[in-house]
């Protein structure tokens, strides 16, 4: 594990080589084009392309090579935030995950793993106007710590801290990257303005202050000041909504946000809530995304120790699923993993059980499979040689 990023260092560009192998030309189809089939061979890890991505590949003849940033690179940023809403214990999240072997299990996996620390904030006592405040000045650490391990060359993973912090990721990323796109997973829409909130509590919040169509909705904060909108309606998908608020059911209908609600995925299934929403983000070309993924999304029978459980949520498989195909689009450059609340959730091992499947959707996001895997090159072990016969030690050889 690697502390920190070291000035000037070079992160390793990764050139996956495709080889495409025509097995059959013979068939025509009905419009009278070939049907060709094709099998293909990936060197330097095994990827399940993206759909798009493959016929794209196909498309060109065959002489394709995928040359893409490495994504087996990460920079982990923990960020002890909780001001965004009242509950306390969200943030102790980030070491939460650290002691549980987080960082670790990432080098498994074979990602490099670079620490950038958690951040720290200046404590202050809780009025609704320091509040904002302490919360506005910490996004806006973070804002600048994501945009930094972005540039260095690494998938930023965010561990939350309540959904406020996304305020911050979510800019930092679009000064690191252009235009990126947004998958927000969560029971919650999070798009309140300040005028609408029902709470007032910023994780309620990020993403209003984000949207450029709701500018002229949003109050003038002086304590944010720093920040300027960066996402258009465009840019967005929800997946797993289910509690939503009337003005944010107002802001998702006329500002015509896509969203998949926990109906949708019972209606479509999760593959094709996945499809359609990369199909949307990514219509013609790549772009980079960010996960924001708010624990509270999946059911609270999985997900008990968080702030706002709301029930009917994703089930286990459905949010890996999302988190693999992530992974497989190859696009993934940030994810925030937040709202994990290690005091909350009735019931032993509530806290422990929340803890792991957050730890596996980061896991998932950054390509564990739940096949099972195995590193290039491995081999199973022989018995002893000696006492057997070089015929038979022949023919129990590896093909
Ligand atoms: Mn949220």
Redesign the pocket.
């Given at each position: 594990m690697q502390s920190g990023p070291s000035p000037g260092r070079k992160v390793p560009n990764v050139t996956l080589g495709l080889r495409i192998d025509f097995v059959g030309a013979s068939q025509v189809l009905t419009d009278g084009s070939p049907r060709l089939s094709v099998s293909v061979e990936m060197f330097g890890g095994t990827m399940s392309a993206h759909r798009r991505g493959l016929s794209q590949v196909i498309r060109t003849g065959g002489r394709a090579v995928l040359s893409r940033r490495s994504r087996n690179s990460a920079g982990v940023l923990g960020v002890p935030l909780s001001k965004g809403q009242t509950k306390a214990g969200v943030e102790l999240t980030p070491s939460a995950l650290r002691k549980a072997g987080l960082l670790i299990k990432m080098e498994q996996l074979g990602c490099s793993v670079f620490d950038y620390g958690d951040l720290a904030f200046q404590d202050v006592p809780q009025t609704d106007w320091n509040t904002s405040w302490s919360v506005a000045c910490a996004v806006h650490q973070v804002a600048k710590a994501v945009c930094r391990v972005i540039r260095d060359g690494h998938t930023c993973v965010t561990l939350g801290g309540d959904?406020s912090l996304a305020l911050g990721s979510v800019y930092g990323h679009s000064m690191a990257q252009q235009n990126p796109a947004v998958i927000w997973v969560?029971a919650?829409a999070?798009i309140n303005t300040p005028l609408t909130s029902p709470t007032g509590n910023l994780?309620g919040q990020p993403l209003a202050f984000l949207l450029h169509e709701l500018q002229d909705k949003i109050p003038s904060l002086s304590e944010f000041s720093w920040l300027s909108p960066c996402l258009s309606a465009r840019d967005i998908v929800y997946i797993g909504l289910r509690d939503v608020d009337p003005a944010e059911h107002f802001i998702l209908k006329n500002y015509g946000l896509r969203y998949f609600s926990t109906r949708d995925i019972d209606e479509l299934g999760i593959r094709k809530v996945m499809e359609m929403t990369l199909e949307y983000l990514m219509p013609h070309s790549k772009r980079s995304i960010h996960l924001s993924f708010?624990i509270d999304a999946f059911d609270p029978s999985v997900a008990p120790a968080t702030g706002t459980p709301v029930p009917g949520g994703l089930t286990v498989r459905e949010g890996m699923y999302i988190a693999e195909e992530l992974h497989n689009s190859g696009a993934l450059s940030a994810l925030d993993l937040?709202?994990v609340n290690p005091r909350l959730g009735s019931g032993p091992g509530a806290a422990d059980v929340t803890l792991n499947l957050a730890m596996d959707v980061i896991l998932s996001c950054l390509g564990k499979m739940r096949e099972g895997m195995h590193t290039k090159g491995y081999r199973l072990p022989m018995p002893p040689t000696e006492k057997r016969e070089e015929g038979e030690v022949q023919a129990s050889r590896e093909v």
């Amino acid at each position: 594990m690697q502390s920190g990023p070291s000035p000037g260092r070079k992160v390793p560009n990764v050139t996956l080589g495709l080889r495409i192998d025509f097995v059959g030309a013979s068939q025509v189809l009905t419009d009278g084009s070939p049907r060709l089939s094709v099998s293909v061979e990936m060197f330097g890890g095994t990827m399940s392309a993206h759909r798009r991505g493959l016929s794209q590949v196909i498309r060109t003849g065959g002489r394709a090579v995928l040359s893409r940033r490495s994504r087996n690179s990460a920079g982990v940023l923990g960020v002890p935030l909780s001001k965004g809403q009242t509950k306390a214990g969200v943030e102790l999240t980030p070491s939460a995950l650290r002691k549980a072997g987080l960082l670790i299990k990432m080098e498994q996996l074979g990602c490099s793993v670079f620490d950038y620390g958690d951040l720290a904030f200046q404590d202050v006592p809780q009025t609704d106007w320091n509040t904002s405040w302490s919360v506005a000045c910490a996004v806006h650490q973070v804002a600048k710590a994501v945009c930094r391990v972005i540039r260095d060359g690494h998938t930023c993973v965010t561990l939350g801290g309540d959904h406020s912090l996304a305020l911050g990721s979510v800019y930092g990323h679009s000064m690191a990257q252009q235009n990126p796109a947004v998958i927000w997973v969560d029971a919650h829409a999070d798009i309140n303005t300040p005028l609408t909130s029902p709470t007032g509590n910023l994780h309620g919040q990020p993403l209003a202050f984000l949207l450029h169509e709701l500018q002229d909705k949003i109050p003038s904060l002086s304590e944010f000041s720093w920040l300027s909108p960066c996402l258009s309606a465009r840019d967005i998908v929800y997946i797993g909504l289910r509690d939503v608020d009337p003005a944010e059911h107002f802001i998702l209908k006329n500002y015509g946000l896509r969203y998949f609600s926990t109906r949708d995925i019972d209606e479509l299934g999760i593959r094709k809530v996945m499809e359609m929403t990369l199909e949307y983000l990514m219509p013609h070309s790549k772009r980079s995304i960010h996960l924001s993924f708010d624990i509270d999304a999946f059911d609270p029978s999985v997900a008990p120790a968080t702030g706002t459980p709301v029930p009917g949520g994703l089930t286990v498989r459905e949010g890996m699923y999302i988190a693999e195909e992530l992974h497989n689009s190859g696009a993934l450059s940030a994810l925030d993993l937040v709202e994990v609340n290690p005091r909350l959730g009735s019931g032993p091992g509530a806290a422990d059980v929340t803890l792991n499947l957050a730890m596996d959707v980061i896991l998932s996001c950054l390509g564990k499979m739940r096949e099972g895997m195995h590193t290039k090159g491995y081999r199973l072990p022989m018995p002893p040689t000696e006492k057997r016969e070089e015929g038979e030690v022949q023919a129990s050889r590896e093909v």
